[in-house]
Nanobody, 115 residues
Framework: QARLVESGGGLVQAGGSLKLSCTTPRAILSTFWGDDFGWYLEAPGKQRRLVASITSGGTIDYADSVKGRFTISKDNNRRAAYLTMNNLKPEDTGVYYC??????WGQGTQVTVSS
């Protein structure tokens, strides 16, 4: 069973919204509480880059390109991390990967924003 499982990607028009989920079916609850998460975007032809992160203590950071549009959150009871994406732009297109300091990388989920 995969350590991290992403879902929620899809095709959306510019200005639309998507919510990505990252679940950790193998995580022990106490371990999840102490874990840090990040969402990364690998745009076509570009290197994977961090777009949002959240630490176990609740510190949140965003890339300048998504500030005010994306929200990262973590639900300890559900052992899941989320990325809510609003006002999507074509440049947000790519594969989004969830990363956990403890669990590693997920398989990625494709997001395509049409103009």
């Amino acid at each position: 069973q995969a350590r991290l499982v992403e879902s929620g990607g899809g095709l959306v028009q510019a200005g639309g919204s998507l919510k990505l989920s990252c679940t950790t079916p193998r995580a022990i609850l106490s371990t999840f509480w102490g874990d840090d998460f990040g969402w990364y975007l690998e745009a076509p032809g570009k290197q994977r880059r961090l777009v949002a992160s959240i630490t176990s203590g609740g510190t949140i950071d965003y890339a300048d390109s998504v500030k005010g549009r994306f929200t990262i959150s973590k639900d300890n009871n559900r052992r899941a991390a989320y990325l809510t994406m609003n006002n999507l732009k074509p440049e947000d297109t790519g594969v989004y990967y969830c990363h956990s300091r403890v669990q590693g990388w997920g398989q990625g989920t494709q997001v395509t924003v049409s103009s």
